[in-house]
């Protein structure tokens, strides 16, 4: 695939900050996009060289932003169950409408494959405690979550003989990556155990929730840019591993285990709902290369290191840039966004963005 033309939406983002740079190591030609939300924060130096990006809004993009890409990796969106829940309205108005209009500019710029990155959370509250395939009903509990089961309906309904869209519904991620997020759970509690000693879990852990590793997802996607297209036309896979649904305690235990001496805390049962196992059969019979290479312990243990090596401290834990909701939160509060989160101007430069 050496010279394939990709253009990955939220470049800047967790996901997007290691698929940037393995995209571009792998022999893919590379361009980023991003309006720029989270880079404020940075956790530590990665060496591999980054792709050119653009600082845009997806919701501006048109058929010109896309054109003479083999594919796009859409990832830019507020991507998180709580975030989404913030302002429910530009949720919709980004995740769902933008995601839609990228893709139709997509299909009318001829841009042949379109992945998307959606979410195991489209099951949402399972119940009855079964496995979840992508057969199965989704059970959306969020803003965030019906956003997308709205785009892959929406985006399924353009593929055509010329156009290609694949949805990767990933489980829940871990892992390291420069552009670092606090607020999903297995870094949330190795923060917690590094720098308090304390694993605090939100809720009483019973909840499931599958786990992939940032590079396992990755590596997801770039079998999706190179599959053959009828290996993966119109087709929704979930991403992760039969073997990486967990308990929230269960996740808990392992972090205990690499960061040991520290106490386990559980909350009240919470009224968040979301608790689901994922079946990953599908994807390995589609794309029969793609295999997890992380398992939480291992992800538990490279994010030690990263601590180590960084001196991470209760103030880096804490800091707004690597929890979503708190820098968005601190984005409105200091008026820098507005209400529907497009970067206000400058006075000086009154009629545009401050990174457009
Ligand atoms: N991290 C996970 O656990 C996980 C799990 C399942 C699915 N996903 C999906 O993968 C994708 C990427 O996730 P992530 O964890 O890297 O998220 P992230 O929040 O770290 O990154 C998203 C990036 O998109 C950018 N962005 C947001 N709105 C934008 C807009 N209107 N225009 C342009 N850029 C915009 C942000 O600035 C950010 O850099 C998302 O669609 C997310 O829903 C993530």
Redesign the pocket.
């Known amino acids: 695939m050496a010279g394939m033309r990709v253009l990955v ?2 470049v ?5 900050a290691v698929l940037g740079p393995t995209l571009l190591e792998q022999g893919f030609d590379v361009v980023g ?6 880079r404020d924060g940075w956790l530590y130096n990665d060496t591999r060289p980054r792709p050119i990006t653009l600082t ?4 501006r993009m048109g058929p010109k932003d896309v054109e003479g890409f083999d594919a796009v990796v859409h ?6 169950d709580p975030l989404g829940e913030l302002n429910e309205h530009t949720t919709y108005e ?1 995740n769902h409408l ?1 995601s839609v209009a990228l893709a139709r500019a997509c299909k009318a710029a001829g841009v042949p494959r379109f992945v998307y ?5 489209v099951y949402g509250a399972a119940e009855d405690g079964g496995e979840r395939n992508e057969q199965s009903a989704p059970n959306p509990q969020t803003a ?1 979550a019906r956003c ?1 089961v709205l785009v892959e309906r929406d985006v399924g309904a353009l593929a055509d003989t010329h156009f290609s869209p694949v949805f990767l519904r ?4 871990f892992g390291a990556s420069p ?1 670092m ?1 606090f607020d ?1 759970v297995l870094n949330n509690l190795a923060g917690f155990a590094w720098t308090t000693k304390e694993i605090r879990m939100t809720s009483d852990g019973t909840p499931w929730r599958p786990l992939v590793h940032v590079d396992d997802i990755c590596q997801a996607v770039i079998l999706a840019l190179e599959a053959p297209r009828e290996a993966v036309h119109n087709e929704i896979f979930n991403v992760g591993d039969d073997e990486q649904n967990y308990r929230i305690r269960e996740i808990a235990g392992i972090v205990g285990q690499v960061f040991d001496g520290c106490t386990v805390t559980f909350g009240p049962p919470s009224g968040d709902n979301r608790s689901y196992r994922t079946s990953f059969a599908k994807i390995r019979r589609h794309l029969p290369g793609f295999r997890c290479r992380w398992r939480a312990e291992l992800g538990a243990r490279q994010l030690r290191e990263i601590f180590e090596r960084v001196g991470l401290t209760e103030e880096m834990f804490f800091a707004r840039a690597f929890t ?1 909701l708190e820098q968005l939160k601190h984005l409105i509060a200091t008026q820098q966004i507005d209400a529907d ?1 497009y970067w206000r101007p400058l006075e000086s430069r009154a009629g545009r963005g401050p990174l457009e």
Do not use: H, P
């Open positions: 939406t939220g800047d983002g967790y996901i997007g996009m991003d309006c720029g939300f989270y845009k809004d997806v919701r990832l830019a969106e507020l991507s998180n980004i933008g990155t959606s979410s195991c959370s965030y997308k990933n489980a829940t991620a552009r997020r999903i979503r989160f």
